[in-house]
């Protein structure tokens, strides 16, 4: 068979891609998923006013993956240090959450 004769291939000649393997989310402690909980009533709240963040992500969307990364404990602290250095003299742009330290 010549390229030009070969048959198109079929449906059923085509093989899917093999499903990426899912990992299921961690479950939250209790204080963290206290301290999400609270976030996530500021954002629905605050939902449908324009922002005025000076940072990406915004403080709330920060404070949420911080308790994720860093616990309750920590990731509050985090969050409070973000909203505090939020202010009209403060700086500006993209700002991630730290990486946990190594034990």
């Known amino acids: 068979m010549t390229p030009e ?5 079929t449906c059923d000649d085509v093989q899917e891609p093999a499903a990426a393997p899912t990992t299921a989310p961690r479950a939250r402690p209790a204080g963290a998923r206290l301290a999400v909980g609270a976030v996530r009533a500021y954002q629905a709240a ?6 005025g963040c000076r940072y ?3 403080c709330s969307e ?3 993956e911080a308790i ?3 616990g309750p404990a920590r ?3 985090l969050a409070a240090r973000r909203i505090a250095r939020c202010t009209p003299w403060g700086g500006h742009g993209i ?3 730290p990486d946990r330290r190594a034990p």
């Open 5 to 9: 004769t070969a048959p198109l291939p």
């Open 75 to 77: 990731g509050v602290v």
């Open 95 to 97: 700002d991630p959450v």
């Open 68 to 70: 994720d990364v860093h």
């Open 56 to 58: 990406l992500p915004s």
């Open 62 to 64: 920060y404070a949420v």
């Open 46 to 51: 605050r939902s449908g006013r324009p922002t």
